[in-house]
């Protein structure tokens, strides 16, 4: 009953995360169409689109991997992961997540405190304090933390990640 919950809240952020991405998506090409429209047919360059439109993509690309990403969607060796057996592949899942939680680990410190020190600093044209421009690699950083223990847990009790299929690749639609 209570696993049963947890896994429909689970589906419920998921599709919320999922709709924050678009939204952000949305406004990096909205601001970017303006920021076309200012420049080449009104020749009148403007600054703050660019601003936007990047600190949108470090968002979208760093809140998308957290958050959206599901984990058969990540970049592999598909060459050496599908030519070994499932013995293998949860050993190397199991690796890969202790190294990647410990590299998390020991960067989350330092950019907790870079983060904090940012907030001196401000964005050329919004004034918008860095500290929130770069506060989403801490998210990022504790949910792929998460990620990885989760999946390093399962991979140890025996649910090892499936050797990619070609046949059943697709676009993500």
Not at 42 to 56: A, K, M, Q, Y
């Amino acid at each position: 009953m209570v696993m049963d919950r947890l896994r429909t809240l689970g589906g419920w952020l998921a599709r919320r995360a999922e709709n924050v991405l678009v939204l952000m998506l949305g406004a990096m090409f909205a601001v970017f169409i303006l920021q076309v429209v200012f420049r080449y047919m009104l020749n009148l360059p403007i600054g703050w689109t660019h601003e936007i439109s990047v600190i949108l993509w470090l968002w979208i690309v760093l809140f998308g991997s957290a958050f959206v990403t599901r984990e058969s969607e990540e970049i592999r060796f598909d060459i050496i992961y599908g030519a070994v057996g499932r013995r293998a592949r949860r050993v190397m899942a199991v690796v890969t997540a202790a190294a990647l939680v410990v590299l998390y680990t020991i960067s989350l410190p330092a950019m907790a405190d870079y983060v904090s020190f940012m907030k001196v600093e401000r964005t050329a044209y919004l004034k918008l304090p860095f500290n929130w421009v770069y506060a989403i690699y801490l998210a990022f950083a504790v949910a792929s933390i998460a990620r990885y223990l989760w999946l390093g847990w399962r991979a140890m009790r025996g649910n090892a990640p499936e050797a990619f299929d070609p046949t059943k690749a697709g676009s993500g639609v």
